[in-house]
């Protein structure tokens, strides 16, 4: 099963970019990468997913490694808004998502 | 947008009760998942369906059972609900098809507190 890897908590200064890393060195081929965010008391909401290109929307940029086996989330310009867990998500066998705990983000004023 | 709604905020029950979660969803979605939520454990993953009465386990199905009875709706049903089913329950669809390609859509969650 790709499993994913993140460090538990990370600190970012407002309006600094935030890099999130994450570890998904058993990832196969077909499989995506995706990247959700959670803020206190509210279900998980998804940023932005990805194959093998970088890939940009209105709330990140998602930049994934040659061999596939890391990629970064970056936040251009952190607000406090942003402050939340982020989950790096690969697919578990069946077609099921594994969560993990996430890294937990906080933007500081 | 697809709404994923579930049908209580906070819910308190008491020990031995049967306890029904229930969560619905607005996009004819194939796939709807429960997950709870504990600190330190992150979203594990209860029960799964791919589709009207299809039903599979996922890593932690002890203690609890589910009903997908039409594709919109998907319940938690925890038999004789304990003290440690109190937890945040959340409950996520997904179109069905290519996998991997469609991500989830999670509901705001249900705190459950079990006393």
């Known amino acids: 099963d790709a499993k994913t890897t993140q460090p538990p908590s990370m600190d970012c200064a407002e309006g600094r970019a935030a890099n999130l890393p994450c570890n998904h060195s058993?990832?196969?081929?077909?499989?995506?990468v995706y990247w959700y965010r959670q803020i206190h008391s509210q279900g998980p909401q998804y940023i932005i997913h990805g194959l093998k290109n970088n890939e940009t929307n209105e709330m990140a940029s998602l930049i994934i490694t040659e061999d596939r086996k890391s990629s970064t989330l970056i936040l251009p310009h952190a607000t406090l808004r942003d402050t939340a867990v982020y989950y790096c998500i690969v697919r578990n066998t069946g077609n099921q998502f594994y969560f993990g705990t996430g890294t937990s983000l906080t933007v500081i004023p | 947008d697809v709404k994923v709604t579930q049908s209580s905020r906070y819910l308190v029950k008491r020990t031995g009760e049967k306890v029904f979660l229930e969560c619905v969803q607005d996009m004819d979605h194939e796939n709807m998942f429960w997950y709870r939520q504990d600190p330190g454990l992150g979203l594990r993953l209860i029960y799964f369906s791919y589709d009207v009465k299809m039903k599979e386990k996922g890593d932690i199905p002890e203690g609890y059972s589910v009903s997908r009875e039409k594709k919109e709706r998907f319940s938690l049903i925890l038999e004789s609900a304990s003290t440690n089913q109190t937890s945040m329950y959340l409950c996520a669809s997904r179109l069905g098809g290519a996998i991997g390609v469609s991500g989830y859509t999670f509901g705001s969650g249900t705190r459950l507190t079990v006393v």
């Open positions: 058993t990832i196969s081929g077909n499989e995506y």
